[in-house]
């Protein structure tokens, strides 16, 4: 508990002085998958904290563990060991009904292949999350075609995914995403089904969403989508063999806080 205590304290003043409120702290982080007689450690030793409104890219070849750290941070899955304390909740500890919570206020999820529901339009899509929070029907519509709006997508709102380009169809995932006004959003490979052009456009977007003071934590191959990232964290086998920044960036001073 005390460990918590000293993990959940805000980080130390940065060069600009002030003080970014860390909203993600990993500390020792393990994932251990059992396959049949053997274990696999996807995530093996992660210690990584994230200040409030950081733009953080994880880069690794296939298998070293990047959707197996995004779920954890979601939590769409658990440690088998350390801590992980993400807006303030200790997810390792966390029981199911607080791990619910957490996916449905703290972080949105942005998915490579998209992940709408296909029978459902634009608008549809975008209500779901509104609904799962109880939100009444029209504010809930009236809440999801303001974010189609500002995603460029007003007159598509009718739209079954089917009927969107692949970029339109990302930015409806984006709004989705959004919806609960997290402040943190984690994306897997989100421009990896699309085009260059079409991926640029929507990491115009996430930026944008950056700027504005979203938290950011983006899995990619692109080092052109890595480039525009305030810190890299490189993975290998579960493990970070390397942490780059772009600029002095205000988190880098947490990395030997322990
Ligand atoms: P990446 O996203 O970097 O490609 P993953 O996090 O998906 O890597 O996987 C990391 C390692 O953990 C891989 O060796 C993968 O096979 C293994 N792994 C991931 N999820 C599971 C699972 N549910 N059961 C067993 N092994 C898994
Ligand atoms: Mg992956």
Redesign the pocket.
Same mark, same amino acid.
């Given at each position: 508990m005390t460990e918590l205590i000293t993990l959940a304290r805000p980080a130390p003043a940065s060069t600009n002085g002030t003080a970014p409120t860390s909203i993600i702290e990993m500390r020792g982080v393990v994932r251990r998958?059992k396959?049949g007689s053997a274990t !696999?450690a996807? !995530?093996d030793g992660i210690d990584l904290g994230v200040a409030r409104g950081e733009f953080i890219a994880l880069m &690794?070849? %296939?298998? %070293? &563990?990047?959707?197996? $750290?995004l779920n954890l941070l979601g939590g769409l899955d658990q440690p088998t060991a350390g801590t992980i304390v993400v807006a303030g909740l200790d997810l390792a500890q966390a029981g199911r009904s607080a791990l619910v919570e957490h996916r449905r206020r703290h972080v949105g999820f942005v998915f490579q292949s998209f992940n709408l529901l296909p029978h459902r339009t634009a608008l549809e899509n975008v209500e779901v999350p509104l609904m799962l929070c109880g939100q009444p029907g029209p504010a809930r519509r009236a809440r999801a075609r303001a974010l189609l709006e500002q995603m460029g997508l007003s007159g598509r709102a009718d739209h079954r995914p089917s009927e969107l380009s692949g970029g339109e169809q990302q930015r409806v995932a984006i709004a989705r995403a959004l919806a609960n006004q997290p402040p943190i959003l984690l994306a897997d490979e989100p421009t990896g089904n699309l085009d260059s052009t079409t991926g640029a456009s929507v990491m115009a977007l996430l930026r944008q969403l950056n700027a504005d003071g979203i938290t950011l934590v983006v !899995?990619t191959h692109d080092p052109a989508v890595a480039a525009y990232a305030d810190r890299i964290v490189h $993975?290998r086998d &579960?493990q970070i063999t390397e942490i780059t920044a772009r600029t002095p960036a205000p988190a880098a001073a947490q990395e030997d806080r322990r």
């Open positions: 998958y396959m !696999v996807a !995530v &690794g070849a %296939s298998g %070293s &563990g990047k959707s197996t $750290l !899995v $993975l &579960g």
